[in-house]
C-alpha cells in the first residue's frame, strides 16, 4: 500500500504542471503521511513486544 501510494504521489508530481491540482496533492501527501506514521506504530509495537519476549 506505501509503495502504491507514493508512486501515486510521484505520477501526480510529475504531472504538476498540466493536469494535477495542488489539493490532490496535498491529499497524496497526507495519505503517504498517514501511511508512514501505521508502519512507524507498527514497528514499534514489534519492537516492544520482541523486546518484552526477551526478558
Sequence with gaps: MMA???I???KALMKL???VSEAQVKWLAV???IFICG???LAMTNHVTHRR???
Excluded: K, P
Design 31 to 33: 495519505a503517504n503521511i
Design 17 to 19: 504542471e498540466t493536469s
Design 4 to 6: 502504491i501510494a507514493g
Design 53 to 55: 519476549e526477551n526478558d
Design 39 to 41: 508502519y512507524a506504530v
Design 8 to 10: 501515486t504521489l510521484l
